[in-house]
């Protein structure tokens, strides 16, 4: 599929938009914006396996949480720079995901719901047992990103610099990850989920190539996961939990899944809509959650860009 | 494939980023001093924020009552941090970023307390953790940290030598992984140490585990006098309930600090006969003398009726509360000492507090106590209760100096 | 010696709970085809439901066994009864979408859980109907944990005489085995998906109020448990009910083995992985025929 010069213009303007927000909000506010960031990267790779591929994970959290020790560690043990710190929680996420995509990726439909649940949990018990290297339900506090840009430095409470850094890297994974759906690869893997015996009919080893969505998924999730622990100067064992998967795939499922943006958005607005609720609201978030999701899978599989596109085309109609 | 473009998402997402960034922004308000209250509403010590929340909001309605503090006023904000370090450093954030907090009294999950410290440092925002794990007057804490009641160590300190000379001199330590635990085992290990008593085990127990049988199990009962336990309240009911089911409680003495029962009903078989080391009695009846007087007035102000419960009947954790209730009468002290207007008086209210000594009174219905300079720690008197019958009853009262020990740091030598 | 024994019984007595769990996931999963994640929410609303027949019952009646027993009847019926509505309701208008349908399973473990969070907040204890211990080599085991165990084995073997024995068994064979010959047969189809959905919750009910004695009643009660049910169905084998009772067994037993030489947590994961090197060995499970 040709790449769309228009899409590019409107990233552009998105990106701009973003990168001028330190001068429009209080440190507080760009660090939730800091947040939705970092987690919708994680969304997005987690939308490589669910929408592109057609495979629910429940496990995706290890891959963010092994990022995110990864890069904690490394930067604790060796203080090694933040492209070091960054590419070690990559690699370790990276490489796990590719060496458990060889068993779940194999283990069917509903074999892969499993194994990956099940995998969170081991890598969740693993942490647990191994309180000294990981700090346990506790977790491990880490200073500020060491990045000064112009006497502006990064923070743990006033993100500041560290927000542009991400904004950044999270802006060129957005475009390697466009590049990639949009490569020959994606057209298979979307192959594979419409109509996996046809797509090995035509030649696909289906197989490998679900493997090779896990382990790139993986990698980016690992990078979010990195991000996050050195921006956020706190993880703990919780990020391996399977729920954190599954907030992925709320994100992503209410965001429109199948694409880029729309897990995108659903994070942005899964966390503006719980910075706005308070009292009984927060604890009823969760009951909100739920009926959400039960009221898109049942009327609006495509999510919120597929309600926008609806509209869209009904604006349309009418206008002509 | 990808039939929605970017200018779709950047319509909606550019109007919700609108309306969240015109929502309410921190701005200088020199009429009102602004208290937060990062309080576990929620998860797994929830039983505590609405406590904590609750003495706070007495204080402040006392202070306002009589004009203030030097006429300004006192206004609380209390976001819920649902016993979660991450959530915690959030709402910390957010008290002081978007809230305007001056002072932010804290969560009583150490965790926490833990997290939240490096960012009391960066926004120069003093904290007031009410966790107990040692190492937040230590090297994880700061000069804007305030213990305004024990840690583990000074309670251990205070209840060792009684409990070794009168329980048992070979220890089995059963904690849970969690840190306001592991820093009890720590200290109780120096401690047992220095008093020339055993150490037979030391068994960690994951937080909330499906069950506690595998653990208990392992406790070495021969060999084992005195079985010392650091939970959370929850646990502590099942670990005291496995180790009920494997008799453990008729061969041997079982002892933890009051931190593992002060929400829990003494009231069930479980409990009978174990011993715990308290900074304050629960029932009114158990109360010192010279404190006789304050006591009721203490429990008056907070609806805790002469047993230590709500009219509800719930427990209410009546020696934990004093953190928070000395917390804010502390901060009165240092405005009104450093005359602090706002933040950027802090260091002079620093230096106000560092060292600061008080008497029993309406502001310290606890007792007297000081607040050592080097670790910002309070120290001040305890207790050894014992469950008889189904009630707390105390056996020894421990003076302030038992729980001395020699500070970890010195906060005096850090920039302000 | 003694410890060796010790977790190795324990680890028996916990393997017939999860068998119980892991056997109403498997049957959902056999004729329905869903994935229930919510499975554990239900395990919590039988403790839950288990608490609160048994307070309700605490001013009637002194006997507290009978009152137990009433629970135990009580709260899986109750369960099982919500489980056909849902499946009616909610599950039924997108059946045959299987992403779907595991994600509207998650929506109600959503709900259910915070539900119970916010109508019954903090922990609840409930007395087990039998007290005291039985020594066993100089070390007490408590005699409801056997009774647990016993319980556990008598519903299974309920729910093997239900699927052999009666029409509901016969029809439920036919539909696992073909849908829509079924319905052409003149089976009635939907309600043996209803009925099936209802039977497998209330299993996971009978675990919870059985369990009920000796974890903590609480909302999040069910996340723990929901995983190892998982694992021991897919190594069982997906949709075989022997395969789940065995693979209950070796996961629970391997626990209590891994516990005499390393800190329970890592017992637990180390389980896990061995659970996971047989599933590397026969990816169609133990006793599965093929996959899904």
């Known amino acids: 599929m040709p790449i769309d010069m228009r899409k590019l213009f409107a990233f552009g303007v998105v990106f701009a938009l973003m990168a001028i927000a330190p001068g429009l909000l209080n440190p507080y506010q760009l660090s939730i914006l800091l947040k939705i960031l970092i987690w919708g990267l994680f969304a997005m790779s987690y939308d490589l396996v669910f929408g592109y591929t057609g495979l629910l994970s429940l496990g995706h959290s290890v891959y963010f949480g092994l990022g995110a020790y990864g890069a904690a560690l490394m930067m604790l043990q060796m203080h090694p720079g933040i492209a070091i710190s960054l590419a070690a929680g990559v690699l370790l996420g990276g490489l796990a995901a590719a060496l458990i995509g060889l068993l779940a990726v194999r283990s069917g439909g509903h074999g892969f719901i499993i194994v990956t649940a099940v995998t969170a949990l081991l890598f969740y018990l693993l942490a647990q047992s191994q309180r000294n290297v990981t700090g346990g339900d506790d977790g491990l506090t880490l200073g500020p990103l060491p990045l000064q840009i112009a006497g502006w430095s990064a923070g743990c409470a006033d993100p500041g610099p560290a927000y542009l850094l991400v904004l950044v890297v999270a802006g060129l994974s957005f475009l390697l990850l466009y590049a990639l759906v949009r490569a020959p690869l994606g057209l298979a893997l979307r192959c594979v989920r419409e109509n996996e015996p046809r797509a090995q009919a035509l030649g696909y080893d289906t197989i490998t190539l679900k493997w090779l969505a896990f382990a790139l998924s993986g990698g980016a999730a690992a990078l979010a996961g990195a991000l996050y622990a050195l921006t956020n100067c706190h993880i703990s064992t919780a990020l391996f939990h399977w729920l954190v998967s599954a907030d992925a795939l709320i994100w992503t499922l209410f965001g429109g899944m199948g694409t880029l943006v729309g897990p995108l958005l659903g994070t942005g607005v899964f966390f503006i809509l719980r910075e706005g609720l308070s009292g009984i609201w927060q604890v009823g978030y969760p009951i909100l959650v739920g009926l959400t999701l039960l009221l898109i899978a049942r009327f609006f599989p495509q999510g919120l860009l597929g309600i926008i596109k609806g509209l869209g085309q009904t604006l349309r109609g009418f206008s002509r | ?416 | 010696m003694e410890l060796v024994l010790f977790q190795l019984l324990n680890g028996f007595v916990w393997a017939w709970v999860v068998a119980l769990m892991a056997l109403g996931l498997n049957l959902v999963y056999g004729v329905l085809r869903i994935i229930n994640v919510a499975h554990g929410a239900f395990y919590m609303l039988g403790a839950v439901a288990g608490w609160v027949i048994l307070e309700q019952l605490q001013g009637v009646s002194d006997m507290y066994i009978l009152n137990f027993a009433l629970a135990l009847l009580g709260a899986p019926l109750f369960v099982g009864l919500l489980g056909l509505l849902l499946e009616w309701t909610v599950l039924r208008p997108i059946e045959g979408q299987p992403v779907i349908t595991i994600i509207a399973t998650f929506a109600l473990l959503l709900i259910l859980q915070q539900g119970v969070q916010l109508l019954l907040p903090g922990t609840q204890q409930v007395a087990p109907p039998v007290a005291g211990g039985v020594e066993i080599f100089r070390l007490r085991y408590p005699v409801y944990r056997w009774v647990l165990a016993g319980l556990s084995g008598l519903f299974i073997t309920f729910l093997w005489l239900l699927l052999q024995k009666t029409r509901f068994g016969l029809w439920s064979r036919a539909v696992r085995q073909d849908p829509e010959l079924a319905l052409a047969v003149g089976i009635p189809v939907p309600w043996i998906f209803g009925l099936t959905f209802g039977l497998g919750v209330a299993l996971a009910a009978v675990a919870g109020v059985l369990t009920a004695p000796i974890v903590p009643v609480e909302a999040s009660m069910g996340m723990d448990i929901l995983l190892d049910s998982f694992i021991v169905v897919i190594v069982g084998g997906l949709g075989s009910l022997q395969g789940a009772v065995i693979a209950a067994l070796i996961l629970q037993l391997a626990k209590g083995v891994f516990t005499i030489w390393t800190a329970p947590v890592a017992a637990h994961a180390l389980a896990l992985l061995l659970m996971g090197l047989l599933l590397l060995i026969r990816p169609q499970g133990l006793l599965g025929t093929d996959a899904d």
Not at chain 2, 37 to 51: D, E, I, N, S, Y
Request: glycine content about 8%.
């Open chain 2, 1 to 416: 494939m990808l039939t929605c473009t970017r200018r779709d998402f950047f319509r909606t997402a550019g109007a919700g980023l609108l309306a969240f960034a015109l929502g309410p922004r921190a701005s200088a308000q020199p009429k009102e001093i602004v208290i937060g209250h990062q309080a576990p509403l929620t998860g797994a010590v929830a039983q505590f924020g609405p406590w904590h929340n609750r003495a706070i909001r007495a204080v402040i309605d006392r202070i306002n009552a009589a004009g203030g503090i030097s006429s300004l006023p006192l206004v609380l904000v209390t976001e819920d941090e649902a016993s979660n370090p991450e959530i915690g450093q959030d709402k910390f954030r957010k008290l002081v970023l978007q809230e305007g907090a001056d002072f932010v009294i804290g969560s009583v999950w150490s965790a926490t307390n833990l997290a939240t410290a490096p960012l009391a440092r960066e926004l120069k925002t003093v904290y007031f953790p009410q966790g107990i794990a040692t190492e937040i007057t230590g090297e994880a804490g700061n000069r804007y940290i305030f213990k305004s009641y024990h840690t583990v160590r000074g309670a251990v300190n205070a209840g060792a030598r009684w409990t070794v000379e009168n329980l048992g001199k070979r220890w089995t330590i059963v904690a849970s992984q969690l840190e306001f635990a592991q820093s009890q085992a720590a200290d109780w290990r120096a401690q047992l140490e220095a008093l020339g008593a055993e150490i037979v085990d030391v068994i960690t127990i994951p937080f909330r585990p499906a069950d506690f049988l595998p653990y208990v199990s392992r406790v070495n009962v021969d060999r084992t006098e005195v079985l010392y336990q650091a939970f959370t309240a929850l646990d502590t009911i099942r670990f005291l309930q496995a180790a009920r089911d494997l008799g453990l409680h008729e061969r041997l003495k079982i002892l933890g600090l009051i931190e593992g029962i002060d929400v829990l009903d003494t009231n069930s078989p479980a409990f009978e006969g174990t011993y715990y080391i308290t900074s304050y009695p629960r029932r009114a009846s158990q109360v010192p003398e010279e404190l006789q007087e304050l006591d009721p007035v203490y429990r008056r102000s907070l609806d805790i009726d002469e047993e230590g419960r709500s009219p509800q009947g719930t427990v209410v954790p009546i020696a934990d509360l004093f953190g928070s209730w000395q917390a804010l009468s502390l901060i009165r002290k240092g405005i009104e000492q450093s005359g602090w207007q706002s933040k950027a008086d802090n260091s002079a209210f620093i230096q106000a507090l560092e060292g600061r000594n008080w008497s029993a009174g309406l502001e310290f219905p606890q007792g007297d106590g000081f607040l050592r300079p080097e670790d910002h720690l309070a120290f001040h008197g305890h207790y050894i209760e014992h469950v008889e019958k189904g009630q707390l009853n105390v056996l020894l009262r421990i003076s302030r100096d038992a729980s001395l020990y020699s500070p970890l740091i010195d906060y005096t030598q850090q920039e302000l």
